[in-house]
């Protein structure tokens, strides 16, 4: 088997050492307010740094939720540039969950702005929404590649809303489907510079099998997916790609930063206990 390169490399290595679990930081104003922060600025510069220290030493896959820091304008960014160089300072990969997607030109932009290394924001990978045509998204999936980056793609998302699109026929697979399928072809080449996202809310009925790519699986936690329930959805081949994520789940531990790890440490363990070893 060739080695593996490009971010297949650097995730297979994230995940070997730290186990396959994502956490999401999303700050909610509840969750402010839970931590006995103020709602600011500064409680959301100072929710980022407990994260930082507690899940940048701990988790594999580390990934902001951009609008919660957006909603704070400049102060916000300011914030989020902590949270992101923080936590790949502390040896987590950084999925920046932007979800962007534009047309050409405007999708290179935010390609640079997410993946760049001359960045502020530069993240290890970035949500993409493909739904403006999965050609749209080549300036950040070419940025990606040539930095051993991901982009992960929106295919069957874990909200009840998305099943309409993404379900509907087209030439004769899915919509969602067809995604895949264009990531696969993309991953051929073994460096894994698209992913996808697959909610783990509900049965997919995908042919994850040629992706060769990380598969986002958002919904455990809060969205009420349990760790014992990821086998009956993927497929025991699927699962070395596999990476479940959990965002309020784990930050309602907190603020107690130990509270916090230790949270992640169990979703984590429960995650490798159900699936089968990559
Ligand atoms: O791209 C995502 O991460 C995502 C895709 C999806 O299908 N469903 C989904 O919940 N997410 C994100 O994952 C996080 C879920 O948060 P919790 O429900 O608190 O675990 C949020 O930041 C969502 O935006």
Not at 20 to 45: F, K, M, N, T, Y
Not at 245 to 271: N, Q
Request: with cysteine.
């Amino acid at each position: 088997m060739t080695p593996a390169a490009g971010f297949a490399s650097r995730y297979r290595a994230a995940v070997a050492d730290r186990g396959r679990l994502c956490v999401g930081i999303d700050p909610h104003r509840d969750l402010l307010v839970q931590w006995g922060l103020p709602e600011s600025a500064d409680g959301l510069a100072r929710f980022g740094d407990i994260c930082v220290e507690a899940l940048g030493p701990t988790a594999a896959v580390i990934k902001p939720q951009v609008a919660f820091f957006e909603s704070y304008g400049s102060a916000g960014f300011a914030a989020l540039e902590r949270v992101i160089t923080g936590c790949r300072d502390a040896g987590a990969l950084v999925l920046a969950d932007a979800k962007r997607g534009d047309i050409g030109s405007t999708m290179a932009a935010y390609a640079r702005a997410w993946l760049a290394d001359d960045s502020p924001l530069c993240a290890d990978a970035v949500t993409a929404s493909p739904y403006l045509g999965f050609g749209s998204l080549q300036p950040a999936v070419s940025e990606a590649r040539d930095l051993s980056r991901a982009v992960i793609v929106l295919a069957r998302t874990s909200n009840p809303e998305g099943a309409a699109l993404q379900s509907a026929q087209a030439a004769g697979r899915t919509v969602a489907q067809s995604i895949v399928d264009d990531a696969a072809a993309i991953n051929a080449d073994g460096r894994a510079t698209v992913g996808v996202v697959v909610g783990a809310t509900r049965a997919h009925g995908l042919d994850l099998q040629g992706l060769r790519g990380v598969i986002l699986a958002p919904g455990l936690g809060a969205q009420g997916a349990t760790a014992a329930e990821l086998p009956e959805l993927f497929a025991a081949a699927d699962q070395q790609w596999l990476l479940p994520a959990s965002s309020r789940g784990i930050l309602g531990a907190g603020p107690s930063g130990s509270a916090l790890r230790a949270a992640c440490e169990a979703a984590r363990d429960e995650v490798e206990a159900a699936l089968r070893a990559p």
